[in-house]
């Protein structure tokens, strides 16, 4: 037993002495800047790519998804795009929000419920006009995806 009580209390005087000398010790010195003095800096030509209204183009950006009734006079759909049946004929699958839902399946050239026209299912969208304007959606999407024509807003979009 006594053996074994010196061992620990020279394991124990170890660690002391460690931590000590550690906490004593200064630290490294911080390198010095070998480049020039003044430091990193944006190159001059680095803003040249960029035209000068970019924040204003950046800011009239319409995102997928981003509510736009009352933002751009364009109106809301009183229907959304529920599903797409390929066979035996594309079949579009709409429903109506609201108290009294109601399911519908479309095929092109029929009316929806908004009034505007089915014109077309391609694959996971399909395409519907209102007048001038030529609307594009997709599945799982509240909002049109792509527009052209004359819509809501007074003015054509571009795809």
């Not at 999407?141 to 809501?152: A, D, H, L, Y």
Request: aromatic fraction near 4%; proline fraction near 9%.
């Amino acid at each position: 037993m006594n053996l074994r009580r010196r061992v620990m209390l020279l394991i124990a005087a170890c660690a002391l002495t460690g931590v000590a000398v550690g906490a004593a010790w200064p630290p490294p010195p911080i390198p010095k800047n070998r480049e020039s003095a003044a430091g990193w800096a944006l190159p001059a030509n680095a803003l040249e790519r960029l035209p000068a209204d970019a924040l204003t183009q950046a800011g009239q950006l319409r995102w997928l998804g981003q509510d736009t009734a009352g933002g751009d006079g364009q109106q809301r759909q009183d229907w959304r795009l529920a599903g797409i049946a390929q066979t035996p004929q594309p079949v579009a699958l709409v429903m109506t929000p609201g108290k009294n839902k109601q399911n519908f399946r479309l095929e092109p050239g029929a009316t929806l419920p908004d009034g505007s026209r089915l014109a077309g299912i391609e694959g996971d969208t399909v395409t519907v006009e209102r007048g001038a304007c030529t609307l594009v959606y997709q599945l799982h999407r509240s909002q049109p995806i792509r527009s052209t024509g004359q819509c809501s807003s007074g003015t054509p979009d571009t795809e």
